[in-house]
Every structure is written in C-alpha cells, then in structure tokens.
C-alpha cells in the first residue's frame, strides 16, 4: 500500500497568512494527488486534483504543486472560513489512501 | 448529489447495510467509493465499486467483512459490513468517482453515523 505523510498535523496561523502543507507519498504516484477540506462536522470536499488543479468553484488562494512523492498546498491568504482538516488522497493504486490529516484553526 | 440513509446503532457482530442514492449524473457512468471516519479520526478507504459492471475492490482489511452493491435500476450503492466490533463505530461516507474507477471523489453523501454498542 500507497503511504501518505502529511505536515504539518495541525498549525494555527493568523487571518491572512500563507499556509503550506506538504504530503509526501511512499512510492511515486506522479500526479495522482487531490486535497480535500474537512469543516467541522460536515462531508469533505475536494480543493485540488490531480496534483495541481482547482476543483471548479474553490476560492483561488487555494493551490498545489508537486511530483512524484512530494506534494504542497497552500492557502496564500487564510480566511476565517478556512477553519478545518486538510487530507491529501493518493488514486495511483488501490488501495486508496489517505493521509493522516492537517488540522487548521485560527489564532 | 449522494443521499446516503439515516444512522444505526447495532450490537457486536451484527451487520449494518448503509444505502447511497445517487442523483443528477449518469450514475452507470462513474465509480462509487466508500470511506469511513472514526471520532476524531482522519479517513479511511474501504473499496470501490463500478456504476456500470458492479466490479468492486475492496481494502485488504475489510476484504471478509464488507460487501458493495448497485442497483441501477434505482442509482443506489449500498455498503454492507458484518460481524461488527465497536471499533467499527464511525461515520460512513459514499462517495463519486470523477471516472469509472477508483479515483479522486467529487461529490460526497452526507455520511451515516453507525455506533455498534452492546
């Protein structure tokens, strides 16, 4: 199975900081990389696909890069509405996996 | 859109079967995935399962215990788990495939709280 190390595993930056999360996969997964937002008690929704793409309609102070193993999404300016847990999710192979998971909160 | 059904509570070594009804796309089109959610824990992929064949793939570790269904008929995916233990008390999301197989999840059910309690 597919590893993905997320980190940080939470951070709490102020209102407009730039926020960086890195995912890095056991084994290349080229570009098969999405990030998902998790608010509080809801379903996740996905930000980005494939690696680098913003999913239609997500805000874009959202963005990812990445290749191979090594992947980041950042938030160029946090907003309060930000608030939540990021996944990164790797579909190169089944099984599916996830990483661990980011949590954001606000300063 | 995913609707998935209502919450469950079920006893050690019952089975639970969770329902996802699909609506707004050609659901023999695309893939449906589950992924479940323990309290305060990150998301886990249990399998897949093909809109259009009924072809699934399951995560080794649920590989005795989970069966994936379709009914076209009615673009409904159910999830059936059995011989639950309380550490099967979690939060179970459906989820779209953005093609017909396993791959990234576009659209997500509001997910079925399942607590399994003696």
């Known amino acids: 199975d597919i590893q993905l190390t997320q980190s940080p595993s939470s951070l709490s930056p102020s209102v407009g900081d730039r926020v960086t999360i890195t995912c890095r996969a056991s084994?290349?997964?080229?570009?098969?990389l999405a990030w998902y937002q998790q608010k509080p008690g809801k379903s996740p929704q996905v930000l980005i696909y494939?690696?680098?793409t913003l999913q239609s309609g997500v805000p874009s102070r959202f963005s990812g890069s990445g290749y191979g193993t090594d992947f980041t999404l950042t938030i160029s300016s946090l907003q309060p509405e930000d608030v939540g847990t990021y996944y990164c999710?790797?579909?190169?192979?089944?099984?599916?996996?996830f990483g661990g998971g980011t949590k954001v909160d606000i300063k | 859109q995913l609707v998935q059904s209502g919450a469950e509570v079920k006893k050690p070594g019952a089975s639970v079967k969770v329902s996802c009804k699909a609506s707004?796309?050609?659901?023999?089109?695309?893939?449906i995935s589950w992924v479940r959610q323990a309290p305060g824990q990150g998301l886990e992929w249990m399998g897949w399962?093909?809109?259009?064949?009924?072809?699934?793939s399951y995560a080794q570790k649920f590989q005795d215990r989970v069966t994936m269904t379709t009914d076209t008929s009615t673009s409904t995916a159910y999830m059936e788990l059995r011989s639950l233990r309380s550490d099967d008390t979690a939060v179970y999301y459906c989820?779209?495939?953005?093609?017909?197989?396993?791959?990234?999840?576009?659209?997500w059910g509001q997910g079925t709280l399942v607590t399994v309690s003696s």
């Open positions: 989820g779209k495939d953005v093609e017909i197989t396993a791959a990234f999840l576009d659209t």
């Open positions: 707004g796309y050609n659901f023999r089109s695309y893939g």
């Open positions: 399962i093909s809109g259009y064949n009924g072809k699934t």
């Open positions: 084994q290349a997964i080229y570009t098969y």
């Open positions: 494939a690696a680098s």
């Open positions: 999710q790797q579909h190169y192979s089944v099984p599916v996996t």
